[in-house]
């Protein structure tokens, strides 16, 4: 298998998911000639091939990070985040341990107290994220650590490991970063965060985990030359999109279950969730992205996801095949029963589970979609993000939304910003005040 495969067959009928293909034609015609809405935030669309001019210097930086720092901390939160994050993590053996740290995404203050004692006597460097330039949580992460490296190691050098990935023109970010001569890398104006992956924003800190951004990007061209030329029934994002809305607008599931068995996969669900979460849930419509590391949490969430209210439908992320390999071994005395294991590879027993799992589940009433990588590399996970983000495009227009802006993630903000007195909100201050 080249690509990753979609199949629908144990969720809904094939007639039920055509319904929905002249919708999806029409959407994936709005994407293309940018007549939908939020067409100004279409640059990820053809992002595989456009930043191909960039890999070398980003590579470059990277190199230069890599073997001139022993930690690297990568500052961003949602969209300026998630996507490295996932792919780093995937990737990465999970009992080595990392170059790449991350901040910004949250304000735990006694995660950042420990980050800081981490860092102390340590040679690091900094790549701060932030399109807009102005978000509190990656701000404040990246003022307590640039003061930090600057103590830590003079302001020239620490400047030399500092790296803004950044608005052109706009933005705090971006003052600072020019009026210090920090090197940086553009976030362009028509690529939302949750779709910047494959910006600077995800490859950065990607090519730092010393993984191969070229193969990742040639992924998600081939992805993104099939989602634009296949037909219907063998376009993996056009049947994706339908079938997701078959299940949610014609059979009631309201939660989308991505699953893995694979803990590797971990943080892959985290970024679904954001992209589909802050694309799809507006207007009071939206499926709910909820995600499920198998076989661990089937002994946590199992009973529900089997017994519980009929609203959920599960899309799984099946790996065909293992990097490695592992035999169960026979042991004479078989005091824990496990002989006829013996022989057999453990993912043999995963497989099994997967699909003992796909039989209960579907016999319980829950519809079950899958999406099968061949292989756990960056070329099929560069495939696995565009495809993920194409099928999202398609899907919010057949949801009738704008899948493209996040109006609702102001609101917190607001009211942060007046509980916390910051110029320009003394009215919000006043009246949100005179609520406690
Ligand atoms: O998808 C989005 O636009 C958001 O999740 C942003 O990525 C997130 O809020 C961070 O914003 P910024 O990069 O402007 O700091």
Known sequence: ???????????????????????????????????????DFLGWLTLPADIRPQLADIQLTAKMLREECEK???????????????????????????QILYAGQNIGEDYLYELQEYLKDKKFGIISISKSGTTTEPALAFRLLKTQLEQQEGKDAAHRHIICITDAKKGALRTLATKEGLKTYVIEDNIGGRFSVLSPVGLLPIACAGFDINALIDGAERMMNLCATAEFEQNPAALYAAARNVLYQEEGKKIELLVNFNPKLHFIAEWWKQLYGESEGKDHKGIFPASVDFTTDLHSMGQ?????????????????????????????????????????????????????????????????????????????????????????????????????????????????????????????????????
């Open 1 to 39: 298998m080249v690509n990753i495969n979609f199949t629908y067959n144990k969720a809904t009928s094939a007639s039920a998911v055509q319904q929905f293909a002249p919708a999806v034609a029409a959407a994936q015609q709005d994407l293309k000639n940018g007549t939908g809405l939020g067409n």
């Open 72 to 98: 690297i901390v990568c500052i961003g939160i949602g969209g300026s985040y998630l996507g490295a994050k996932a792919i780093n993590e995937a990737l990465s053996n999970a009992f080595a341990e990392s």
């Open 304 to 436: 529900y996801i089997q017994d519980g209210e009929r609203h959920l439908f599960e899309t799984v992320i099946s790996v065909m095949k293992p990097n490695h390999e592992v035999i169960f071994p026979h042991d004479t005395e078989n005091l824990d029963g496990l002989n006829f294991l013996a022989g057999k590879r453990v993912d043999e027993v995963n497989k099994m589970a997967e699909l003992g799992t796909q039989i209960a589940h579907v016999d319980g009433g829950v519809p079950n979609l899958k999406i099968e990588m061949p292989e756990l590399n960056e070329f099929y996970l560069g495939q696995l993000i565009y495809f993920f983000e194409i099928a999202c495009g398609i899907s919010g227009y057949l949801l009738k939304v704008n899948p493209f802006n996040q109006p609702g993630v102001e609101a917190y903000k607001k009211n942060m910003f007046a509980l916390l007195d910051k110029p320009g909100y003394e009215a919000e201050s006043k009246a949100i005040k005179a609520r406690l």
